[in-house]
T-cell receptor, first 115, second 114 residues
C-alpha cells in the first residue's frame, strides 16, 4: 500500500479481554513507533523498533502491554486484560531511516474502547 | 527529556486571514529538530513543517512558516491565507535523543470560519 495501514480501525473490548492491534508500515521503512492518544490529548510515546529490534519500550504503561515486530515489517501491539483506562487511539508511525530529522508517516490509528 | 507547551487549546481564524499558533518547548538535547503536525478528524497525523534547530533561518512551506527563537525555546507556526481545509488539531513536537522519538504537546484546535 501507499501508506501506513492500521487495523482494525475501531475495536470494542470488554474489560479483561485481550486485544491485538496491527500496523503495516510502508514497505522498507526501518523505524516504527507506537503512540497512545487519549481523548483531547497529544499522542504519547509507547515503544520504538528499528527493524525487528525493540530499542525502547519505556513508554509502555504496564506489563499488560506488549509489542513485537518479528520480521522487521508488520508490528502488533497486544494489550492483555484490558482496563477502561486503556481506551484511546493507538497510532503507528514509520520512517525510512532512523534519525531525528526523518519525517514520520502515520497511520489513521485504532480507536480502542474498553467497556 | 523533552516537554512541550501549547498554551492555546483553541484558535479560530477567518478564511483568507492569518493565524499564529504558539509553542514553547524544553529539551536537554543538543541535536534536535522541531515539527508541526496537523491531525484532521481522520486521525492521520500529517507533517506540516520541519525546522532544524541548528539553522537560524526560519522554515517555510508555501502558506506555512515558523518563527523559531532558539534561546527562548519558542517555535510558533504562522498560517497565511487560511483555507477551510486547514481546520484541524495542530501539534508541536520536538525530536531528538538516542531513539529520536517525537514528544507532542496537547495540541491547538484550529477552526476556520468561512
Amino acid at each position: 500500500g501507499a501508506g501506513v495501514s492500521q487495523s482494525p480501525r475501531y475495536k470494542v473490548a470488554k474489560r479483561g479481554q485481550d486485544v491485538a492491534l496491527r500496523c503495516d508500515p510502508i514497505s522498507g521503512h526501518v523505524s516504527l513507533f507506537w503512540y497512545q492518544q487519549a481523548l483531547g490529548q497529544g499522542p504519547e510515546f509507547l515503544t520504538y523498533f528499528q527493524n525487528e529490534a525493540q530499542l525502547d519500550k519505556s513508554g509502555l504503561p504496564s506489563d499488560r502491554f506488549f509489542a513485537e515486530r518479528p520480521e522487521g515489517s508488520v508490528s502488533t501491539l497486544k494489550i492483555q486484560r484490558t482496563q477502561q483506562e486503556d481506551s484511546a487511539v493507538y497510532l503507528c508511525a514509520s520512517s525510512p531511516r532512523q534519525g531525528p530529522s526523518e519525517k514520520l508517516f502515520f497511520g489513521s490509528g485504532t480507536q480502542l474502547s474498553v467497556l | 527529556a523533552q516537554t512541550v507547551t501549547q498554551s492555546q487549546p483553541e484558535m479560530s481564524v477567518q478564511e483568507a486571514e492569518t493565524v499564529t499558533l504558539s509553542c514553547t518547548y524544553d529539551t536537554s538535547e543538543s541535536d534536535y529538530y522541531l515539527f508541526w503536525y496537523k491531525q484532521p478528524p481522520s486521525r492521520q497525523m500529517i507533517l506540516v513543517i520541519r525546522q532544524e534547530a541548528y539553522k537560524q533561518q526560519n522554515a517555510t512551506e508555501n502558506r506555512f512558516s515558523v518563527n523559531f527563537q532558539k534561546a527562548a525555546k519558542s517555535f510558533s507556526l504562522k498560517i497565511s491565507d487560511s483555507q477551510l481545509g486547514d481546520a484541524a488539531m495542530y501539534f508541536c513536537a520536538p525530536r531528538g535523543g538516542s531513539n529520536y522519538k517525537l514528544t507532542f504537546g496537547k495540541g491547538t484546535l484550529l477552526t476556520v470560519n468561512p
